[in-house]
């Protein structure tokens, strides 16, 4: 069965400080991994996409990693901000039809204070 | 570039009446997609069309859910009657073409439903 799984579900950080967000996996065959930050109240908006040859990518303060081995990925964010507070969501795109299925993680809500 | 325009933005109903959402892509995009988000969840796929096609609804509860998309471009989702288990956010999104994997779908706001 393909499954994403993101830890922690919930996470508490100070302003400035760095954080990591985990995407574990099963989807296969895999065709690429998304993540999508989104704010409370509003729709998801994506950050990166990787695919396989990819095992990272950053866009601004965000720096996802893949490693399609162990079918892990992460989301480091540097030096936080308050408006990083939102939800991240993990979508890996893959499965029986390849091109076809999205699998979304239940996400991590993330909570950056002053 | 206006994005996706979700309408209503919040909804108050009692089980088994019934309620519809509407949704405005962004204009010529030909992919919309209908997603249900529970709290504390990821969204979750109802419906996808291209252009006025259905192109996947496997995960659509049709027993009580429809949707429509009549002239390619705005679209409807019905729910009738609702359970308190559909209480959710109803996201919809749209993307320039139609391979779901690698083409980036844009969201709206969404729906927030809550059924007394």
């Known amino acids: 069965k393909n499954q994403v799984e993101q830890s922690p579900q919930s996470l508490i950080i100070l302003e400035g400080k760095n954080c990591t967000l985990q995407c574990n996996y099963t989807v296969s065959p895999f065709s690429n991994l998304r993540w999508y930050k989104q704010d409370t109240g509003r729709g998801p908006v994506s950050l990166t996409i990787m695919t396989f040859s990819e095992n990272t990518k950053s866009n601004g303060r965000y720096t996802a990693t893949l490693d399609a081995d162990t079918k892990q990925s992460s989301l480091h964010i540097t030096a936080s901000q308050l408006s990083d507070s939102a939800s991240y969501i993990c979508v890996v795109s893959g499965g029986h039809n390849a091109g076809n299925m999205l699998t979304f993680g239940g996400g991590t809500r993330l909570m950056v204070k002053p | 570039e206006a994005g996706v325009a979700q309408s209503p933005r919040y909804k108050i109903i009692e089980k088994r009446q019934s309620v519809a959402f509407w949704c405005n892509p962004i204009?010529?995009?030909?992919?919309l997609y209908w997603y249900q988000q529970i709290l504390g969840q990821g969204p979750k796929l109802l419906i996808q069309?291209?252009?006025?096609?259905?192109?996947?609804d496997s995960q659509l509860p049709k027993d009580r859910f429809s949707a429509e998309r009549l002239k390619g471009v705005d679209s409807t989702l019905k729910i009738q009657p609702a359970k308190l288990e559909d209480s959710a956010v109803y996201l919809c999104a749209s993307s320039f073409r139609t391979e779901r994997s690698t083409d980036t779908q844009y969201f709206g706001p969404g729906t927030r439903l809550t059924v007394l």
């Open positions: 204009s010529g995009h030909a992919t």
């Open positions: 069309f291209q252009n006025n096609g259905v192109v996947d």
